[in-house]
């Protein structure tokens, strides 16, 4: 019996606490109901009456290390795990978080309307539903044009009402709120969110921003449309980069324009992204078409003025060389935190 005990002493003394584990497989083995120390005490009941006294001293001496043992080792372990939990070690670096930036749309609603703030442009808020009317036609935009077909406007129950409400497919309505409003001089930049019903693809969305401009005075010129612009692509896309005017059609423009920037990606040589041509269509423009200014009350006779319109994503698809317009509103922050 004592040479037994003298075992599990060495056993004792070479099991290795170390983890919580480990404590718990020594306090099954060693101290637990079912394990070799309680074993020994059933066996003690046995040992002859002459050996009792030896034994039984050198049993309770094994049971104290066995329990010594076990306390401490639970002590350090509980006090080594409850220091994971202290921020007491100083020379561990700091931990650092992600600041939020502006979303790429706002950096560049608020930089177009800088750019034209500081050539006297105020900025005038919109609508995001419309009627008709001021959508299509205090715009000069007849019935029949294909812009008011279902395929493009999103309508909205209006029943009972004489002009159908819809979400506003372009910003250009703001221009007829301030003309409505306000004799001239108009000088405002209007700046938005357009709704759509396209398919939505990498070129395309439903939803989009556009930024419109307009200046109503007497005497403005074409002249005076072309040199804005300039300024404004020149502050917007850089120094070095051409521009062109070239004639096209608005309902609400005559002569009406679209402006062209070089390519971005082959700087005017003809790639796949300008489709061979060497330029990007950025916007549209062209001045006020007399008939809009009788819609709202002004001498077509006495002022003249200009207008403009662009698409916001469109724009940044150019700057930036974004492939796919899609990708401004996936919020993928390894895209976002590019700008
Ligand atoms: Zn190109």
Not at 81 to 103: M, V
Not at 161 to 182: C, E, F, G, W
Request: with cysteine; hydrophobic share 35%; net charge neutral.
């Amino acid at each position: 019996m004592l040479e037994k005990i003298e075992n599990i002493k060495s056993e004792i003394n070479a099991f290795v606490v170390n983890n919580p584990d480990t404590l718990e497989q020594f306090r099954l083995k060693f101290l637990s109901r079912k394990g070799l120390l309680n074993d020994l005490f059933e066996d003690f009941k046995n040992v002859d009456k002459s050996q009792k006294g030896p034994v039984g001293k050198a049993l309770n001496e094994l049971k104290n290390l066995a329990q010594g043992k076990f306390d401490s080792a639970k002590e350090i372990i509980e006090n080594s795990s409850a220091g994971e939990n202290k921020i007491d070690d100083y020379t561990l670096p700091g931990r650092t978080y992600n600041i939020g930036t502006k979303h790429l749309i706002t950096q560049a609603l608020e930089d177009i309307t800088k750019i034209f703030e500081r050539i006297g442009f105020k900025v005038a808020g919109g609508f995001e539903i419309e009627n008709e009317y001021y959508n299509f036609d205090a715009l000069n935009t007849p019935d029949y044009h294909p812009s008011r077909d279902m395929q493009d406007t999103f309508y909205l129950n209006s029943e009972g009402k004489d002009k159908n409400y819809l979400l506003r497919t372009q910003t250009s309505p703001a221009q007829i709120h301030v003309m409505q409003n306000q004799q001239p001089p108009v000088r405002i930049i209007s700046p938005g969110k357009c709704y759509r019903n396209e398919a939505i693809s990498a070129r395309s969305l439903s939803m989009f921003h556009q930024v419109e401009g307009l200046y109503v005075d007497k005497g403005v010129t074409f002249r005076e449309l072309k040199g804005t612009l300039d300024y404004f692509a020149k502050e917007f896309f850089g120094k070095d980069l051409k521009t062109r005017l070239r004639p096209s059609f608005f309902p609400f423009t005559e002569p009406s324009g679209e402006m062209d920037v070089e390519c971005y990606l082959c700087k005017g040589k003809g790639c796949r992204i300008c489709k061979y041509t060497g330029w990007l269509e950025i916007l549209g423009c062209g001045m006020v078409d007399p008939n809009v200014f009788v819609n709202v009350g002004y001498d077509p006779e006495i002022y003249t003025g200009y207008a403009f319109g662009m698409g916001i994503e469109r724009t940044l698809m150019i700057r930036h060389g974004v492939p796919d317009i899609r990708m401004f509103y996936e919020n993928d922050i390894r895209f976002l935190k590019q700008f």
